[in-house]
C-alpha cells in the first residue's frame, strides 16, 4: 500500500517542472498524479521544487497548522515555487478540468510532517 509520504510525493512535489506551467499542466497533472479518479480533488498544489527541499521543511521552524486535524507543521524558511490547481465546475471524474492559479509563484509552504525520519505527510494550505 500507499505510504502516507508517498502519497505526498505523488500528489505535491513536481520538482521536474521549470519555468511557467501551460493552460494544460493541472489538467495533465491532476490526471497523471491520480487524482481524478472516482472524483475529481477539488484544489491541489504542486511543489516544484527537489524533494530534498521539501522534505528538509520538517526541520525549519514549527508553526501552527491552519488545518486543525493536522498536527507537527513546519514553515518553510525561504519562499518555494508552486502552482495550485483548481478544478473547475461542469467537471466530472475521469473528465476533470482545471485552472491553472498562481503559476510558478514563490510562496512559504507549510508541511505537516510525520514519521521517523520526519517526512511531509500533508500539504497544509494557507486559508
Ligand atoms: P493532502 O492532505 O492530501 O495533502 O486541504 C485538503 C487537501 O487539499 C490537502 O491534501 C491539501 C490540498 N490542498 C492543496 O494542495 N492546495 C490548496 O491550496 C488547498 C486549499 C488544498
Redesign the pocket.
Known amino acids: 500500500a500507499e505510504s502516507q509520504e508517498e502519497?505526498?510525493r505523488r500528489?505535491?512535489v513536481d520538482s521536474g517542472n521549470k519555468g511557467n506551467p501551460g493552460k494544460k499542466y493541472c489538467d495533465q497533472m491532476m490526471a497523471k498524479r491520480g487524482m481524478t479518479k472516482g472524483k475529481c480533488?477539488?484544489?491541489?498544489?504542486f511543489v516544484h521544487e527537489s524533494y530534498q527541499k521539501i522534505q528538509d521543511i520538517c526541520h525549519e521552524a514549527s508553526t501552527p497548522c491552519a488545518?486543525p486535524n493536522m498536527h507537527n507543521c513546519h514553515k518553510s524558511a525561504h519562499p518555494l515555487r508552486i502552482t495550485?490547481c483548481r478544478l473547475k465546475g461542469g467537471s466530472k471524474p475521469g473528465k476533470c478540468r482545471y485552472l491553472v492559479k498562481n503559476a510558478n509563484k514563490h510562496v512559504t509552504v507549510t508541511v505537516a510532517c510525520g514519521g521517523k525520519p520526519l517526512k511531509p505527510i500533508?500539504?497544509d494550505?494557507p486559508k
Open positions: 502519497k505526498f500528489q505535491h480533488k477539488p484544489v491541489n498544489t488545518n495550485q500533508h500539504l494550505p
